[in-house]
């Protein structure tokens, strides 16, 4: 068994900025990745990137532009910066990851949902339980293949601690 991330924690001034942008973007879902590290299973932010949204159907699923994608890898390695998770919008909800989203997702790293639906509009972090231990990515990952996810019952809720700057 794989060991579950316990918790993910962001600051708060991160979690505004990320979700203002993401807000500037609906009526469309907006995706990208965040930065930080990974220790004693507990996962922290601090940045993000966005990448652009290139579905057929942005305002249902998202898929990052690939050549964005790389960029921001290459960027990420060059900076010394550790890809710790993956972000992305649902513009009218559910919180919680949809069935499309495990398809797509690379299950290495957690998922972090932008839920603009409410008036409180609120980050949730999940993790994947893919049978091996999340780690940051690393700059090979873009071209790699996402390992597909068996069931949407995989996914764990991670509490998120949102810390003052
Ligand atoms: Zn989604």
Redesign the pocket.
């Known amino acids: 068994m794989s060991e579950r991330l316990k918790r993910a924690v962001i600051t708060h001034s991160v979690q505004a900025s990320l979700i203002e942008q993401c807000r500037a973007r609906k009526p469309y ?1 907006s995706c990208g990745v965040l930065f930080g590290e990974v220790a004693n299973l507990v996962v922290r932010a601090d940045g993000f990137a966005f990448i652009r949204n290139v579905a057929v159907h942005p305002e249902r ?2 898929q990052f532009d690939p050549a964005e994608w790389i960029q921001v890898g290459c960027h990420a390695q060059k900076n010394q910066r550790s890809i710790v998770g993956f972000f ?1 919008s ?1 513009p009218y909800g559910p919180h919680r ?2 069935q ?2 495990a398809e797509g997702q690379d299950v290495s790293a957690s998922m972090w ?1 932008a839920d603009l639906s409410r008036q409180h509009e609120a980050l949730h972090v999940y993790g994947f339980d893919s049978g091996s231990r999340p780690r940051p990515l690393t700059q090979e990952q873009p071209e790699a293949k996402p390992s597909k996810p068996q069931a949407q019952s995989s996914w764990y809720a991670i509490p998120l601690t949102v810390c003052a700057d």
């Open positions: 879902e699923s998202f992305h649902h990851p949809s499309l989203d949902i």
